[in-house]
């Protein structure tokens, strides 16, 4: 388990209608009251939960449905036509992965297929199926505008402009990905599917599911069963949050568990600062002995390397820049 969270094997529950909504036209209203209860809303989930639900975003539910069909198209290739987007590095373009991720000492295991595109600051995308480029293209340039605003919300919870996240991070030059997950169907494959309960890199992730449930959140030592609401996202606030913010909004663990026999496809957006940039507690957030710093500083870029390796051994890339108190 990683330092944010207790060391007992949590049980599973489900909750589904204490997760906290955020009606995002409010944010971006522009009227000054509805943006300050709704930014104070974001600080409150991000502290008590570290994800909410996201609706009225703005973005067209055709888009986003013509996205899960052409991503299924995508997978429903011939396994030599995915080959060429073999993933072969953390900072390859293109990466196509699939297989089964170890579970535990016990070696059970769970099967997902994935493609990850790295969408900004360059855009890349594979040209099959067609129209797969042109509809990443508009989708993911939606979504990062949504992320951007969203991290504004998020500074001013913590009692800065609205503007000093990005610009400490450096995110006009963001480095953002898209995964695009898919779980086959029972007929498909007849085994366990799923993914192993993780951290995201970055600030904040953008989820959206096409409606079969799996998806589950570790909050007070229990996972906890997200329930979907039409055309919403689900945010899950990530690693680099939480470094930044010097611990106040932690890093939200969670899972996919596939009890559902369907397919299962996920969009899934994070966020982060630009490669360059070394994130470390905000120095605002810092104050000698009184709030001293949690996490050592690190290189976005190293992160990533450092998240791939020690994930794989079964470790938090926190083990290492954690400062204990």
């Not at 909504?21 to 000054?32: A, E, F, K, Q, R």
Request: aromatic share 8%.
């Amino acid at each position: 388990m990683s330092p944010s969270e207790s060391n007992g094997e949590p049980t599973s529950i489900e909750v589904q209608d204490s997760i906290p909504v955020i009606d995002y036209s409010l944010l971006t209203s522009g009227i000054p009251n509805e943006r300050s209860k709704v930014v104070q809303d974001i600080g409150k989930a991000c502290e008590d939960w570290g994800c909410f639900m996201l609706v009225n975003h703005g973005i067209p539910e055709t888009l986003i449905q013509e996205m899960m069909g052409i991503s299924d198209e995508f997978f429903n290739m011939t396994k030599e036509e995915k080959l060429e987007f073999e993933a072969h590095g953390v900072f390859d373009p293109i990466r196509c992965t699939s297989g089964l991720n170890l579970v535990n000492q016990n070696k059970d295991t769970l099967w997902r297929e994935c493609l990850r595109l790295i969408v900004h600051p360059d855009f890349n995308c594979p040209l099959k199926p067609p129209g797969l480029s042109e509809l990443a293209f508009d989708y993911v340039k939606r979504t990062r505008a949504i992320a951007l605003e969203l991290v504004k919300g998020v500074s001013e919870s913590l009692g800065f402009e609205a503007s000093y996240m990005n610009h400490e991070l450096n995110l006009d030059a963001s480095f953002q990905l898209l995964a695009i997950n898919y779980y086959p169907s029972i007929l498909e494959f007849d085994a366990s599917r799923g993914l192993i309960q993780h951290t995201d890199h970055g600030l904040l992730t953008l989820l959206y599911e096409n409606g079969v449930p799996g998806l589950e959140v570790l909050h007070n030592g229990k996972w906890v069963g997200i329930g979907s609401i039409p055309n919403a996202f689900f945010i899950i606030s990530a690693d680099h949050l939480e470094i930044f913010s010097n611990g106040k909004y932690k890093g939200k663990f969670h899972r996919t568990v596939m009890k559902d026999e369907r397919k299962r496809i996920t969009l899934v957006n994070t966020n982060g600062p630009s490669l360059d940039t070394i994130v470390g507690p905000s120095s605002r957030l810092v104050d000698g002995e009184n709030r001293p710093p949690r996490y050592l500083p690190m290189k976005y870029s190293e992160y990533l390397e450092c998240q791939t390796r020690l994930v794989t051994a079964g470790k938090h890339p926190f083990d290492e820049i954690r400062i204990h108190i």
